[in-house]
T-cell receptor, first 113, second 111 residues
Framework: NAGVTQTPKFQVLKTGQSMTLQCAQDMNHEYMSWYRQDPGMGLRLIHYSVGAGITDQGEVPNGYNVSRSTTEDFPLRLLSAAPSQTSVYFC????????????FGPGTRLLVL | GNSVTQMEGPVTLSEEAFLTINCTYTATGYPSLFWYVQYPGEGLQLLLKATKADDKGSNKGFEATYRKETTSFHLEKGSVQVSDSAVYFCALSEGDYKLSFGAGTTVTVRA
């Protein structure tokens, strides 16, 4: 099993550009989520999904879109990047809910200039 | 809403010292509580968890007890090693499909 994979590992964007952060898992997990990690603020939930076709907002959803067309993939889209979105992004998955063990990807470091 | 408060770091210890990281929480019901650890350059991984009051989670020599009366879930280890150097996150989930994290505590263990 590859577990949870994320691409790219590092990305530099200019303000206003768009991009998609990819996340995939091969554990047949229903629950997937995206977090951003900022110094002194821990991890904050952006969006989550409880299964294919079902997504919902977390704590800091503004500026981000998600979709879940398959069980395996949960991409995060930045439609118009802003410097405030400079952060490290983590994708995580678990069988059915965050009350079970969550498996995290290695992270994507994003710099918006 | 739900929230988690952790002791601020960074914490620097010598090998074989005792480690305590305080964690308190605010929740409306009966959350599950977690400690996640992030080693340098990696994603987070679950260290231990407890799902009800008075439960004790343990793993790799770390322990934490779910104290409902003090709304706390403090992490302890009796004798730390250099390999325990990491960032430790306390977190809670209350069945609303969301996991709330504390700010994290950076621990450095010196040989």
């Amino acid at each position: 099993n590859a577990g949870v994979t994320q691409t790219p590992k590092f990305q530099v964007l200019k303000t206003g550009q768009s991009m998609t952060l990819q996340c995939a898992q091969d554990m047949n997990h229903e629950y997937m989520s995206w977090y951003r990690q900022d110094p002194g603020m821990g991890l904050r939930l952006i969006h989550y999904s409880v299964g294919a076709g079902i997504t919902d907002q977390g704590e800091v959803p503004n500026g981000y879109n998600v979709s879940r067309s398959t069980t395996e993939d949960f991409p995060l889209r930045l439609l118009s990047a802003a410097p405030s979105q400079t952060s490290v992004y983590f994708c995580a998955s678990s069988y059915n809910s965050p009350q079970e063990t969550q498996y995290f990807g290695p992270g994507t470091r994003l710099l918006v200039l | 809403g739900n929230s988690v408060t952790q002791m601020e770091g960074p914490v620097t210890l010598s090998e074989e010292a005792f480690l305590t990281i305080n964690c308190t929480y605010t929740a409306t019901g009966y959350p599950s509580l977690f400690w996640y650890v992030q080693y340098p350059g990696e994603g987070l991984q679950l260290l231990l968890k407890a799902t009800k009051a008075d439960d004790k989670g343990s793993n790799k020599g770390f322990e934490a007890t779910y104290r409902k009366e003090t709304t706390s879930f403090h992490l302890e280890k009796g004798s730390v090693q250099v390999s325990d150097s990491a960032v430790y996150f306390c977190a809670l989930s209350e069945g609303d499909y969301k996991l709330s994290f504390g700010a994290g505590t950076t621990v450095t263990v010196r040989a």
